[in-house]
């Protein structure tokens, strides 16, 4: 299919590497196997839904992370559309208007013949493939379950994109992650236009880079800073804003009337097991969830942590949400807790209090880090101490308005707009 399959394993490789694939529930350790997108293909060929395709729409959407986030991100855009489109799903879940189960094109034919290309370049390759897997610490097996799985994937996307020859332009929320980057790379030969919307902070490099598609529409100037600095072409880098802050309005964040903590939302994202457990303990260490109401929002879209979070608190300690909607947490919170986290913005932006659990083997750091507009606390002690004195909490808020402007380019209730205008 002239596709580079390694480039298709890029998050498999790395979060496998990591350890971020360690859980012990199903879902991880079908994504641990690579048999995550068979599951999802079985789910998509029972279903009655999404079996037609408007053939003479010219407009790809590309839905193929189960992340609440990233999933409204790209339909707040949709909302804007007048032209025919088509939106491309591979899980059930997240069916709507205009949806199309990119499974249902899987050919049982060609599979058998890539497969057998695969298995002989595999076999060429051999000593090429050991090395890869000793540099990055992975089992060769492994990698040849995620190899297959994108042999698989491939097969779908091919059978798509013949059955739409019409469609050209496409917008996604990454072209990192496996699916969207294989629709990026066939889309990309036959001369269609890809655009990726920014889908969150730009924190570890394996989640966005490098850029394939042609515009990489980003929130602000931080970010387009970013990818600059890492040898993205300027010339695909569009500062454009995000839509899923379309629901929140730039106003002046400076400090308010000290009140007392009462609610304290603690938001946890894909850094590991291990990591997470650490945090926990640190948060129940400090007694939050005794002298405080305590939420905890899982990450969306990643391992689910529900099992650290039961081993640290008991049932009753903490209220546990996963799919729900985090913009309306943050508001009904007074102070956010998390790591390195995309949402850390969103409180910020939603003038809400900013406390990062410092980890050791973290080195990443975010933007509002060097603005000043976090408050980093390494053990329990320190969150007690900091979650007790309102003053000190609430002062660092006199920093958010320059951060907002820099981060999120224009809170203006439009960036859905400028991005449809943009591309259509």
Known sequence: MGVNLLALSQIFVFELSLGRLEGKNGISRLKKYSLDNYAKALWALVSKKGEKADSTAKYLFVNDVNNPG?????????KQWQQPYIEVITDKRIFADHSVFLFKYFS???????????LVVVRDLSGEIK???EEFRIQKRMLLLNLIDSVFVLVCAEGFMKAHPGIRQMVLNTDVHKIARALVFLGQKREIKTYVLQHGSTVLEYG????NADYMLTWGKISKDWFLERGTDAEKLITIGTPKMDGTIAFECNEEPHEPVQNVLLILNPVGDQQVYNVLKIVQEAGVHADYNLRVKLHPGSVDNREQVSSVFRELDVEVYKLENTHELIRRSDVIITTTSTVGNEAIALCKPLVQVGLPDITASMAYENYGCSHVVRNAEELRDLLSDPIRMYAKKTLYTQYIKDY???LNGKAALRIKDFVG
Not at 70 to 78: E, F, K, L
Not at 108 to 118: D, E, G, I, S, V
């Open 208 to 211: 966005y880079l490098p850029v």
């Open 108 to 118: 049982p034919f060609a599979f058998l013949h890539q497969l057998f290309r695969l």
């Open 408 to 410: 999120f380019y224009i």
């Open 70 to 78: 990233m999933i409204s991100n790209i339909r707040s855009v949709q």
């Open 131 to 133: 090395g890869f897997c």
